[in-house]
């Protein structure tokens, strides 16, 4: 019955990892996956982290189904990291949350969710965006369309094409808006464009789905909001996917969120319902040890301000070294302007690498970059910056 399958195309970022993995070369770099490093190459854990765990294990007493949706804590805690403490559509209960298996399935569970509801919606994409946006939303059966956003020439933000494109997206359509730390270029509107934005969705008419995985990685847990809160204060209904993979470093225990926001109570709970049966026929119930460490964090003071300090330190370490790969391309009088490298934010950098700088890289110097040139400045580390300064010297 398989004897005909084909074998299907590795994942262009995973896929890129496990050749990295089997590369021999004692020098070799992976800048493709998106995840972070520390200065020794690792992905911590957290201290806080640990220490909610060891509170975890002392106190558990079961290890019985989550409900389909989650804890309550959970959600709480969800929504607040989301809008802030006390926010109108809490106190108004316009917001549901659902725990999800990381912010990937909380795209996953949305994207089906909206094609029950919105079957005729048509998906609005940034261009570039994440490469498994795509996917996700192609495997719920959506059509897809793309918006400008990117300007390679200047390397900062086409706004003026974006905005121009929204402006035409159809009523009843949804638009996939990355909150912070854009994915792959590293640039964001400005708060001043968000307003723009969240604008012509009231205007016209389009559904908000807002991919919010940087949270606290780009200016800070209140700042990287700005995007939300202008949707939330513009759009009576939006979609929000949320992750604590990268904040609070737990990619291995997928942990993730769906928040969805109507004009009234009554309406979300009608369709937070319809959520529910969505879940139950995926995965059921979602894992619950991620989304303990976030309630024991996030519910405990001490902990709280320990956790914040360490996303502080991390979000501090990737400005560092982007100012680093700077200097180094200088002192190697690589040509060209750099700045953008600074001025991007998150993990992620569109670096202007071609894709053929990108092959030449990866087969004489075994440095792994996703096509395209972005980088995952994270993976970057004292002891393998003048090397890859180096290589692309040489390949530029």
Known sequence: ???????????????????????????????????????????????????????????????????????????????????????????????????????????????????????????????PTWANHKGIFKAAGFAQADYPYYDPASKTLDFDAMIAALDQVPAGDIVLLHVCCHNPTGVDPTPGQWEQIAATAAAHGWLPFLDFAYQGFGVGIEEDRAGLLAIAEACP?????????????????????????????????????????????????????????????????????QWLAELAGMRERIAGVRKDLVKALDDRSVPGDRAFLIQQKGMFSFSGLTDDQVRRLREEKSIYIVKGGRINVAGITAANLDYLADAIAGVM
Not at 15 to 28: I, R, V, Y
Not at 88 to 104: D, V
Request: glycine share 10%; charged share 15%.
């Open 1 to 127: 019955m398989f004897e005909q399958v084909q074998a299907a195309p590795p994942d262009p970022i995973l896929g890129l990892t496990e050749a990295w993995k089997s590369d021999p070369n004692p020098q070799k770099i992976n800048l493709g996956v998106g995840v972070y490093k520390d200065d020794q190459g690792t992905t911590p854990i957290l201290p806080s982290v640990k220490q909610a765990e060891a509170n975890i294990l002392a106190n558990g007493t079961s290890k019985s189904y989550m409900p389909i949706g989650g804890s309550p804590a959970y959600r709480d805690a969800v929504q607040s990291m989301l809008l802030g403490e006390g926010h109108p559509l809490i106190a108004e209960k316009r917001i549901a949350t659902a725990h999800t298996p990381g912010g990937t399935g909380g795209l996953r569970v949305g994207a089906d969710l909206l094609k029950t509801l919105l079957p005729e919606a048509t998906v609005w994409m940034s261009s």
């Open 237 to 305: 209904e939006f979609v929000v996917a949320s992750s604590f993979s990268k904040n609070f470093g737990l990619y291995q225990d997928r942990t993730g969120a769906l928040s969805i926001v109507s004009g009234s109570a009554g309406t979300v709970a009608a369709v937070y319902s319809n959520l529910l049966v969505t879940i139950r026929v995926n995965y059921s119930n979602p894992p619950a040890h991620g989304g303990l460490i976030v309630e024991e964090i996030l519910g405990d003071k001490a902990l709280t301000n």
